[in-house]
Nanobody, 123 residues
């Protein structure tokens, strides 16, 4: 069983930055950040494989968002820069077992999810 708890969301102005955190417990080999707005599908935006530390990004956030982790603190981060109104969403942390050393968590249906943290970007 994996437990995930996100924090760090809030209001921010266009062009600003925000850093999300996700404290995790349990056993997993890959993690990801996804976002969802009401009435729309979920978008997986960033992922990391724990064994290789390979990172993966969706085209919509590549170059603006950075996923990282602190293994000593069992914490996953998402550093978001140059935020735009279309980045406003509920952001979720996810984790699961992913095979191998560098399988892409954005291409998998991860089993464990946190409760989410809201990010609101105002113009």
């Amino acid at each position: 069983q994996v437990h995930l708890a996100e924090s760090g969301g809030g209001p921010v102005q266009t062009g600003g930055s925000l850093k999300l955190s996700c404290v995790a417990s349990g056993t997993y080999t890959c993690m990801a950040w996804a976002r969802q707005i009401p009435g729309a599908g979920r978008e997986d935006v960033a992922g990391i494989h724990i064994i290789s530390d390979h990172t993966y990004y969706s085209d919509s956030v590549k170059g603006r968002f950075t996923i990282s982790r602190d293994s000593a603190k069992n914490t996953l981060y998402l550093q978001m820069s140059n935020l735009q109104p279309e980045d406003s969403a509920m952001y979720y942390c996810a984790a699961d077992y992913c095979p191998g050393r560098d399988s892409n968590p954005l291409e998998r249906a991860l089993a464990y999810w946190g409760q989410g943290t809201q990010v609101t970007v105002s113009s």
